[in-house]
């Protein structure tokens, strides 16, 4: 699988990364381990997970599959920290908060550091320097090799990447930004994805099959075995069942039918070229599904399939992200 550098960093990841979303609840060790191998055997090395997946359990699944059945210098894993089960706030930046969820996060893993570790999402409770501190600290512990965030808007991506740049030499480059994106959510299009590649931060797509809708399953019912169906999931994909997304996947399969391939394929090959996107974060429920995503690696979309695409799902931006002089 082609290597791709993570932002303007000398760590290099697969161009497709393993998603471990399901992990510890709807997929068991046994089924993690099949994916685990069938990822590494196509040349991925790119591991997602976070401290709240399945409450911990997927962090510590993986935990257990390391080494035992892949060598962990074979793997870049990512986790995340900073959401936390509390109703009265959903996450917490804070240092106190950060750094001990990393060392619990290390303890489930099985490993003294994690190749990427993401702030989960905005804390607007705690000053950003406050958090920044707390990347800044899991690095020059060795903690962490690398450091970035999830769910940050433009502005909050902007002001903490300009921040960690402000005072070289004592400061931690920010190597990625972790945000939903696909051709049903182009909502990174708008400042997330500018503020990214003009600072040199690599954008990792999470949900980049549309939660699962751009494979096509959906069209006519929901399958009783797809998260569409699961108790835990079906709000999660309940947004993508509109009208929009419909005619946006008739779309993908149209164009996945002149091309002799899936709509799989097709949406997660046009997410994995987008400019400015490293690696698409894909989870799946079993290693057959799995081994269908990883096809898309052979996969290049034509040009004029991929503008075709682009005028389909073409999200509505007016000012100011157009030029206002001319409206």
């Not at 690095?139 to 965030?149: H, I, K, M, Q, T």
């Not at 030499?169 to 990625?176: V, Y």
Request: proline share 5%.
């Amino acid at each position: 699988m082609e290597q791709r550098h993570l932002g303007r960093t000398g760590l290099r990841v697969s161009r497709i990364g393993l998603g471990t979303l399901t992990w510890g609840r709807d997929t068991g060790e046994h089924g993690a381990a099949e994916q685990l191998k069938e990822f590494w055997e196509a040349g991925g090395t790119l591991v997602d997970t976070a401290d709240v997946y399945a409450d911990g359990a997927a962090e510590y699944v993986l935990g257990q599959l390391i080494e035992d059945l892949v060598p962990r210098r074979d793997l870049v894993i990512a986790t995340k920290a900073g959401s936390v089960p509390d109703p009265e706030r959903r996450f917490d930046g804070s240092r106190g908060h950060l750094l001990a969820a990393l060392d619990a996060s290390l303890e489930r893993l099985g490993t003294d550091y994690v190749d990427l570790w993401q702030v989960h999402a905005f804390d607007p409770s705690t000053p950003l320097d406050e958090t920044l501190q707390a990347l800044d600290i899991a690095v020059a512990s060795g903690r962490a090799r690398y450091v970035g965030v999830s769910n940050f808007s433009g502005w909050q991506l902007a002001k903490a990447a300009t921040w960690q740049l402000a005072v070289p030499g004592t400061r931690t480059r920010l190597a990625s930004t972790q945000m939903e994106y696909s051709l049903v959510q182009r909502g990174v299009e708008r400042e997330v994805l500018p503020a990214a590649r003009d600072l040199g931060v690599g954008l990792l797509p999470s949900s980049p099959l549309g939660r699962g809708v751009l494979t096509g399953k959906y069209r006519h019912a929901t399958p009783a075995d797809s998260r569409g169906a699961s108790e835990h999931m079906a709000g999660f994909v309940a947004p993508y069942l509109d009208e929009a997304a419909g005619l946006i996947v008739d779309a993908v399969a149209t164009a996945a039918d002149g091309l002799a391939t899936t709509p799989l394929n097709v949406a997660l090959a046009w997410v994995r070229d987008r400019p400015g996107v490293v690696a698409p974060i894909v989870g799946a429920r079993t290693s057959q599904q799995l081994a269908a995503a990883l096809s898309a690696e052979e996969l290049s979309l034509p040009d004029e399939i991929c503008r075709a695409l682009d005028d389909v799902s073409a999200p509505v931006h007016h000012y100011p992200d157009q030029d206002w002089s001319t409206l």
